[in-house]
């Protein structure tokens, strides 16, 4: 069954069956998280801040562009931001690795490709963000850190924690892993230092969007068209992200008829998939285009999005970001 469904859904009856492995869970990450604040686990600070942008649930929030834009906003103001990521998905046989435009996805993950695609900052991917981190201060020559997805890794100090939430689906059912989709218990939001809430429902923190940009050809990304050129044509929408439901709710605004083909996260496309997909046009996510554009047909197009903020954020992050959280010493 669709964990979704489960998650997302109150009094579904096998979250209630779940509910003993989850109060375990919740139990667990307590002991850890106390572990670090004690000193029995290992906690790095490195010699520039850090800033963390991460949510409590699984799956997608919009916490990759979100990084995307708070790394533009740090080099505009004479920053030299770089960004760490866990390179979720790739098989690289050492880590970490440095990331850029021609990286081989599938060595780096999907997600570190597009944040080396478009930001002008380096990128470092590993599983030990620690190691990142150090490598971008060593060899990217970098003065702050943008750690993205990284809440729960605590063994990288951080100065600034930034909690991102879907302002549609919010905290789910309210319970930890297997039983609900919480990585950790909603009390430890009350420790961010920002909440930023993405879409619409949102009751706390500051809300963004993700707006549209022109499609582009993933054989020949200097190819664009307006998303408005297919308004009430039937298109092909593929999604391998945490939330396709909101891709596909971005495109049915626009006007498209859709043929929804949906996948799990972090999916691993193959020729195989791709031919399978009907002749005309298909629109996919920039984080899957990167891995489909060596098979891509004639007529396959990502959408690129951009980040829209609330007023006064971004003097407000750099408050912040000027004034150190009151909980850096502690992860």
């Known amino acids: 069954m669709d964990p979704e469904a489960i998650w997302y859904r109150r ?10 492995l989850s109060w375990l869970f919740c139990a667990l990450v307590r002991a850890r998280r106390w572990g670090y604040r004690r000193g029995w686990l290992a906690s790095h600070r490195i010699p520039v801040p850090v800033v963390v942008i991460g949510n409590l649930t699984v799956g997608g929030t919009g916490k990759t562009p979100l990084a995307i834009w708070l790394a533009e906003l740090l080099r505009r103001h004479g920053r030299r931001p770089g960004i760490v990521t866990r390179g979720y998905g790739g098989q690289a046989s050492r880590w970490p690795q440095r990331v850029s435009s021609t990286s081989d996805p599938f060595e780096v993950g999907d997600e570190a490709l597009v944040l080396a695609r478009r930001t002008a900052v380096p990128v470092a991917a590993g599983p030990d963000r620690v190691a990142a981190a150090r490598l971008l201060v060593a060899d990217g020559g970098c003065d702050m850190i943008v750690s993205d997805d990284g809440l729960q ?16 689906r919010d905290f789910g059912n309210g319970r930890c892993l297997p039983a609900g989709p919480l990585r950790e218990p909603t009390a430890r939001r009350r420790e961010a230092d920002l909440t930023v809430c993405h879409g619409e429902g ?4 500051v809300t963004m969007w993700l707006v549209p940009r022109r499609l582009v050809k993933l054989r020949d990304p200097g190819v664009t068209r307006e998303l408005a050129s297919l308004r009430r ?3 092909a929408a593929v999604a391998g992200i ?16 859709l043929e929804e083909r949906p996948y799990p996260d972090h999916y691993r ?13 298909v629109i996919m996510t920039e984080k899957d285009a990167v891995k489909c ?3 891509a047909g004639p007529d396959h197009w990502y959408l690129p999005v951009e980040v829209a903020m609330d007023a006064g954020v971004e003097q407000r992050l750099l408050e912040l970001l000027d004034r150190g959280s009151p909980y850096r010493e502690r992860p």
């Open 11 to 20: 009094g579904h009856p096998l979250s209630l069956l779940l509910l003993p």
């Open 153 to 168: 890794h605590y063994g990288l100090q951080r100065d600034l924690e930034i909690l991102v939430i879907d302002g549609q």
């Open 202 to 205: 949102c009751t706390e923190g």
């Open 233 to 235: 044509q039937r298109v």
């Open 242 to 257: 945490g939330n396709p439901g909101r891709f596909f709710a971005m495109l049915r605004e626009q006007g498209l008829y």
């Open 269 to 281: 496309f193959s020729a195989e998939d791709v031919a399978g997909w009907p002749p005309g046009p």
């Open 293 to 295: 554009e060596a098979f």
